[in-house]
């Protein structure tokens, strides 16, 4: 199993361009989350999903829209990227059932450098 | 509010002997997860330990063990027999039991971690 995994590691976009992280998982979990990680800080809620289909806000959603239209992947998109977002982007999975349903599993991080 | 202190924003063990990282957070439920976890260099977020609030044994794995005290919202990690590759940010998080909070599902919340340097 690859467990959860990001595409891309790293991409430098200029301000106002676009662009969609994607989130894999294997483990047939049903529920995703979007982090962004700013130095200094620790781990902050973008969305999250738990289920194919449903989509919801977490603590830090302005500027981003998901999608999670199966139940394997989680997409998150930047319309029009701002400096602000200059970030690394973690995306994480529960099983949400049996024992340690709450353990989140974590992919290995994209970092966005926004110019 | 719920949120997560972790106090010593850095902190520094010679090798083979005993740390303690402190954390404290802030929730008015009572049955929830907490977590530590490991961030080396390499970015990953690696688990560490994992406490259910509703357990009063401290959770140890191998070198690894808490301290949890409900009452004080208190969650310290001990690291005995320090090694370098223990040299890593550490964050202290919880989370709230599924379908059982009216908030977010299950989301982590996170504390701005602590760097731990491991000296030969």
């Known amino acids: 199993n690859a467990g959860v995994t990001q595409t891309p590691k790293f991409r430098v976009l200029k301000t106002g361009q676009s662009m969609t992280l994607l989130c894999a998982q294997d483990?047939?979990?049903?529920?995703m989350y979007w982090y962004r990680q700013d130095p200094g800080m620790g781990l902050r809620l973008i969305h999250y999903s738990v289920g194919e289909g449903t989509t919801a806000k977490g603590e830090v959603p302005d500027g981003y829209n998901v999608s999670r239209l199966k139940k394997q992947n989680f997409l998150l998109g930047l319309e029009s990227a701002a400096p602000s977002q200059t970030s690394v982007y973690f995306c994480a999975s529960i099983s949400g059932t049996g024992t340690f349903q709450e353990t989140q599993y974590f992919g290995p991080g994209t970092r966005l450098l926004v110019l | 509010a719920q949120t997560v202190t972790q106090s010593q924003p850095e902190m520094s063990v010679q090798e083979a002997e005993t740390v303690t990282l402190s954390c404290t957070y802030d929730?008015?439920?009572?049955?929830?997860?907490l977590f530590w976890y490991k961030q080396p260099p390499s970015r990953q977020m690696i688990l560490v330990i994992r406490q259910e609030a509703y357990k009063q044994q401290n959770a140890t794995e191998n070198r690894f063990s808490v301290n949890f005290q409900k009452a004080a919202k208190s969650f310290s990690l001990k690291i005995s027999d320090s090694q370098l590759g223990d040299t890593a940010m550490y964050f202290c998080?919880?989370?709230?039991?599924?379908?059982?909070?009216?908030?977010?599902?299950?989301?982590?919340?996170f504390g701005k971690g602590t760097k731990l340097s491991v000296k030969p």
């Open positions: 483990m047939n979990h049903e529920y």
């Open positions: 929730t008015s439920e009572s049955n929830y997860y």
């Open positions: 998080a919880f989370s709230h039991p599924l379908m059982n909070y009216g908030g977010s599902q299950g989301n982590l919340i």
